[in-house]
């Protein structure tokens, strides 16, 4: 059993919001600090992340390419596609906001769109801003041997707090992966250098902002 744990960590200057992963030796496989910190509230106080990477977490049915992405970093296509582009199969998403139907449609499009799968853990119900609904989408939409699309939601929780155990097929999905359209397949990289223009215009300034 390999876990994720998500504190305030301690770093120069001021905390991260981190998330650390233990393998199922006790090893530290991984160290995340979000990246995109919510500078419109408290966040403001804490030290963004420098970017994102993936681990090969060793488990009992082999090996897995993992990464994070920390609640508000969900709102951002680039932070699963850098993930993806990194060779990620696996997204951990630890989350305190309520899972409401938009926010549920961001993950399900970051797994369908980098053909991976995106699990997230969210706060239950009763804790302020939250409500549940923790949730794992398995990345693959489209089979052989079914018509049209399938739905990618492979478990779906409830507001209640509790233990919540999905089955991830990896050989499907990495099958999935050498097949299908979607990933870094077909990507026009050059085509897309506005993506890294650091210069923001109306109507989004934002004097809290920080680069």
């Known amino acids: 059993m390999a876990i994720g744990i998500t504190l305030l960590e301690q770093f120069p200057g001021a905390p991260r919001n981190t998330l650390i992963l233990f393998d199922r030796f006790g090893n530290r496989a ?47 296509p680039e932070s699963a596609r850098i993930l993806m582009l990194a060779g990620a199969e696996l ?73 919540y155990v999905a089955s991830l097929d990896l050989s499907q999905l990495r099958s999935y992966r050498e097949r299908e359209v979607h990933g870094n397949a077909y990507r026009h990289p050059r085509k897309y250098t506005a993506l890294t223009d650091t210069a923001i215009a109306e109507p989004f300034i934002r004097q809290d902002y920080r680069a």
């Not at 018509?147 to 990618?152: C, E, L, N, P, Q």
């Open 30 to 76: 991984l160290t995340y600090a979000k990246v995109h910190t919510c500078d419109f509230c408290v966040e403001q106080n804490l030290t963004p992340g420098e970017g994102f990477s993936t681990t090969v977490l060793n488990t009992a049915c082999g090996e897995v390419q993992v990464g994070a992405m920390i609640c508000y970093d969900r709102e951002f």
């Open 91 to 163: 997204i951990l998403v630890p989350n305190a906001c309520p899972m409401e139907i938009n926010r549920l449609s961001q993950l399900r499009a970051r797994a369908y769109e980098n053909m991976l799968a995106v699990a997230t853990c969210n706060y239950p119900a009763g804790v302020p801003d939250c409500n549940g609904g923790s949730s794992v989408y398995d990345g693959v939409a489209y089979l052989p041997t079914e018509a049209g699309s399938r739905d990618t939601c492979i478990l779906q929780a409830g507001g209640e707090e509790g233990i």
